[in-house]
């Protein structure tokens, strides 16, 4: 008995329906695409250096999404160390404050993660930890001091922990206290 296969589909029209909707969908990011020179229907949209959104991805993009994890990841590192500086410190405070040598810290943390000194440029840079010069060199800086630009339970509070640590001092609001920007 033969077998008579019968596909279902809506014809040419919805091929062509579906087709009409991908280039129109094409037209309008081109037509928003700050790298495009198409000169469709309508007025463009183009960004200039004073744009708001100017050399950041879309937020919906794939690149946004790497971009938020890689904060995550930059952020983690982070906490982790500020937490090492206190724990490891060669000075400490009675309000929760720390500090350690370059040295001694690059000999604890070599065996955790290879990427020490970027880590300690980072919590600069988000303002969690203070030390002196640009750059710090294995043997060179190994003198140079970090310390803790806040107390432990400050720097806590920060990362949206409970400031538990004892002897780690009264947490102190800042104007930006939040640990992304």
Known sequence: ???TLRLFHD?????TSKFNARVKQHADYQSNCAFSDWQGPGSTYKLTKYSENYGRPDPNSKSAARAREAQLSIMTEIRHLCYMIFECAEWKS????AAITFGR???IYKNI???LVGTLLRARKHGFLHFEGEMLYQR?????IIELSSNINSIRARFGERPLVAGGGEVQCKADDSPGR
């Open 113 to 115: 993660s290879d990427k």
């Open 105 to 107: 810290l690059f000999s």
């Open 140 to 144: 060179r800086d190994d003198h140079k």
């Open 94 to 97: 009675k309000d929760g404050f």
């Open 11 to 15: 014809g040419v029209s919805s091929l």
């Open 1 to 3: 008995m033969p077998v």
